[in-house]
């Protein structure tokens, strides 16, 4: 439904708490109207979701991580890519700010507590920016972008135009997309990376999705890069055993050695950051 309004093939319905009427009526007018496109787009089309507040949690980990040299950034589970063009935004912490100072889109949020001023100082070169997914959103097409916006609730407005902000910053430099399985496709790609550069692979919200036996895979392939040359894994997954709260514990493993630590905590969806370094 929410796809058929952002093309103008329908009209809104909803209507504000409070407003004047019953906006079901004209609701359930429009599902039978268009029963058969809705019941096909349902069968056909997989739920994606892309939500790039996320990269206000994972600029800490990436600062964290970079030296000198470029970074190489290989994102699992992409979809449209948008978390991938995290160094085209602004961000707005306690300590200051990072990032262009005239992008699309800033990012700002909660902290408890936030990335030091002494990191937010790193201003690494984000060179390759590739992700593998099994159904990538292209956002370059009108199609796309619709798609991605109406698995937003369309009652989240700050979080629709957010959404739209980014999508216009990637247009303007879209990373690499690769459709496929990840776990089949990680060991080949690391195995073709620039050692002159860091490559860092990370993940939010996509390996839950993969069973045991896959994030095994995943866990071997890097680690059997890592013997060749340096590599960082920044990995949203299950929080500290003394965190307190919710949201993802956020992991930063690197090689060589393969050391692994929690670096901090992040919301679900990005709105805070606890960064401990």
């Keep these: 439904m929410h796809y058929l309004v952002l093309a103008g093939e329908a009209p809104a319905v909803a209507r504000a708490y409070g407003g004047e009427g019953d906006p079901y009526p004209p609701f359930r007018e429009l599902l039978q109207e268009r029963r058969d496109w809705i019941a096909r787009f349902v069968r056909e089309q997989g739920v994606q979701t892309n939500e790039v507040q996320r990269c206000f949690g994972l ?8 030296d000198e040299r470029p970074l190489d950034v290989i994102e699992l589970g992409p979809s449209a890519g948008l978390n ?13 700010a990072w990032g262009p100072a005239g992008a699309a889109l800033e990012l700002t949020g909660g902290e408890q507590p936030g990335p030091t001023a002494e990191l937010l100082a790193r201003t690494p070169t984000a060179r390759r920016r590739l992700g593998i997914d099994l159904e990538p959103v292209d956002v370059t097409s009108e199609h796309g972008a619709r798609l991605l916006q109406c698995f937003v609730w369309a009652d989240q407005v700050r979080r629709l135009e957010r959404l739209r902000r980014a999508i216009d910053v990637l247009r303007e430099d879209p990373p690499e997309l690769v459709r496929g399985d990840y776990v089949a496709l990680l060991p080949r790609v690391l195995a073709e990376r620039d ?37 960082a894994f920044v990995n949203a997954t299950r929080p500290a055993e003394d965190w307190q ?6 992991e930063l493993q690197v090689w060589p050695g393969g050391s692994r630590s929690h670096v901090g905590h992040m919301d679900f969806h990005g709105e805070w950051v606890s960064w401990l370094g």
């Design 59 to 66: 600029l800490p980990a990436f600062l964290a991580v970079a």
């Design 195 to 231: 050692l002159g550069a860091l490559t860092v692979v990370f993940q939010i919200a996509s390996t839950p999705y993969v069973a045991e036996e896959g994030r095994r895979r995943i866990y071997a392939a890097l680690d059997h890069a890592g013997r060749d040359g340096s590599l």
């Design 245 to 250: 709260g919710d949201g993802y514990g956020l």
């Design 84 to 96: 991938l063009c995290w160094a085209n935004y602004r961000y707005r912490y306690e300590a200051g």
